[in-house]
Nanobody, 123 residues
Framework: VQLQASGGGLVQAGDSLRLSCAAS????????MGWFRQAPGKEREFVAA????????YYADSVKGRFTISRENAKNTVYLQMNSLKPEDTAVYYC?????????????????WGQGTEVTVSS
């Protein structure tokens, strides 16, 4: 299984970015997907998750109302639309694939990870 994240960059506070994660190697539409992030000196934390069908989503409180996770199963791709970005959103963002049919916020339940894409938000 391979996950390729892209779309990071340097933006100013209040700007928007859309991250993409292209998946290959398993039946994408059967697996929940998630986005996590890791800021310098901090542990990796949950950001958002989406069910295999896209019908259910979870968000961390810190991003609720600003970030939207979505997926296009026909393209084997999951997205993270990030609006109203804040300096505290600065981190490396990782996409990950959960177990079969799972929708979860638990990092331990994700078994495949992308390489990460860096997001820097300046004030």
């Amino acid at each position: 299984v391979q996950l390729q994240a892209s779309g990071g960059g340097l933006v100013q506070a209040g700007d928007s970015l859309r991250l993409s994660c292209a998946a290959s190697g398993r039946t994408f539409s059967s697996y929940g997907m998630g986005w996590f992030r890791q800021a310098p000196g901090k542990e990796r934390e949950f950001v958002a998750a989406i069910s295999f069908s896209g019908g259910n989503t979870y968000y961390a409180d810190s991003v609720k109302g600003r970030f939207t996770i979505s997926r296009e199963n026909a393209k084997n791709t999951v997205y993270l639309q990030m609006n109203s970005l804040k300096p505290e959103d600065t981190a490396v963002y990782y996409c990950a694939s959960a177990g079969f049919g799972r929708l979860t916020t638990n990092i331990r339940e994700y078994d495949y990870w992308g390489q990460g894409t860096e997001v820097t938000v300046s004030s």
